[in-house]
Nanobody, 121 residues
């Protein structure tokens, strides 16, 4: 069994910064990719950023230049540094991992429980 635990959310003023963390634990042979998605009230969940095992990254256009995704492979942890935050960035942020639990297993998807980010003055 695999668990993803997010941390780092909270209340921040517009223009401020937050750093989200997501640690994966349990039976993990390898992690293919880790992603951050978010869901604002009344909206669908959207992919915000992703990083592969080879360190290739993806960002949704609205966060390019402000958010940075990174990972610590030794700790099976992914981070999302969020700078110049805007009220429209308010959402529950979810961590997601595509991983393999054993050498002979197929890839599986796991999700964290989410962490609230609120940007407000």
């Amino acid at each position: 069994q695999v668990q993803l635990v997010e941390s780092g959310g909270g209340l921040v003023q517009p223009g401020g910064s937050l750093r989200l963390s997501c640690a994966a634990s349990g039976s993990i042979f390898s992690i293919v990719a880790m992603r951050w998605s978010r869901q604002a009230p009344g909206k669908e969940r959207e992919l915000v950023a992703a990083i592969t095992s080879g360190a290739s990254t993806f960002y949704v256009d609205s966060v390019k230049g402000r958010f940075t995704i990174s990972r610590d492979n030794a700790k099976n942890t992914v981070y999302l540094q969020m700078n110049s935050l805007k009220p429209e960035n308010t959402a529950v942020y979810y961590c997601n991992a595509r991983l393999r639990e054993r050498v002979d297993a197929r890839n599986s998807e796991y999700w964290g429980q989410g962490t609230q980010v609120t940007v407000s003055s």
